[in-house]
């Protein structure tokens, strides 16, 4: 099956500076790849996502990026604020399967004002 | 407002009873998953179903069970046979299918058992 590996496990920055999170992923059929931001006490939210035929994407100060050649995908930040500040999930999912999404183990991001 | 409801936030019960957490979803999803999320770890499968009146197992079922006889409802019954239940439970939805494939999250349950 599925493996994602999420890299680093904690991340402090300082207030507006960028933020790097990265993911290695080990089933080359796996063709979407979203991001999750939880807070504390919460459920995951959707920040944004990618589909297997799309290098890069951006919305605002997020962007993800997709190597499928190396199967690695990351999540930048642009302009940290300290309300970035929670944990960041990766995970990608295997169509030809039966549209599981496979989890990283987490990113705990501290912005420090 | 459309979403995801789960209940109760959260829940203590005894060692060897069995519990039941509750999720509804307003969003006419087909398609609804329980994961399991402990400290430091990611969300692991339980059980996942993509219609109505059928359910596949996770990664993680020994010991859970769920049923979907409505397709807004998804409940997951924690067994007296789960060794381990102590966790937060999140419940997820997607349109299923063909896609587009996002999941969208419940607020969780927090399940304590000692």
């Known amino acids: 099956g599925e493996n994602v590996e999420q890299h680093p496990s904690t991340l402090s920055v300082q207030e507006g500076d960028s933020a790097v999170i990265k993911c290695t992923y080990s089933d080359s059929a796996s063709n979407y790849f979203p991001w999750y931001k939880q807070e504390l006490g919460k459920g995951p939210q959707l920040i944004i996502d990618?589909?297997?035929?799309?290098g890069e994407k951006k919305d605002q100060r997020i962007a993800v990026t997709l190597n499928k050649t190396a199967k690695h995908f990351s999540l930048h930040i642009t302009e940290t604020q300290p309300e970035d500040s929670a944990v960041y999930f990766c995970a990608a999912l295997n169509r030809a399967g039966s549209y599981q999404l496979t989890f990283g183990k987490g990113t705990k991001l501290s912005v420090i004002p | 407002d459309g979403g995801i409801t789960q209940s109760p936030k959260y829940l203590f019960r005894k060692e060897g009873q069995n519990v039941t957490l509750s999720c509804e979803q307003n969003?006419?999803?087909?398609?609804m998953y329980w994961y399991r999320q402990d400290p430091g770890q990611g969300l692991r499968l339980i059980y996942y179903s993509q219609i109505v009146n059928d359910f596949q197992k996770g990664d993680i079922a020994e010991g859970y069970s769920v049923s979907r006889e409505k397709k807004e409802s998804f409940p997951l019954t924690v067994t007296s046979a789960q060794k381990n239940p102590t966790a937060f439970y999140l419940c997820?939805?997607?349109?299923?299918?063909?896609?587009?494939?996002?999941?969208?999250f419940g607020p969780g349950t927090r399940l304590t058992v000692t």
């Open positions: 990618i589909r297997s035929n799309v």
């Open positions: 969003l006419n999803h087909d398609a």
């Open positions: 997820a939805s997607s349109i299923g299918g063909q896609g587009p494939y996002e999941q969208y």
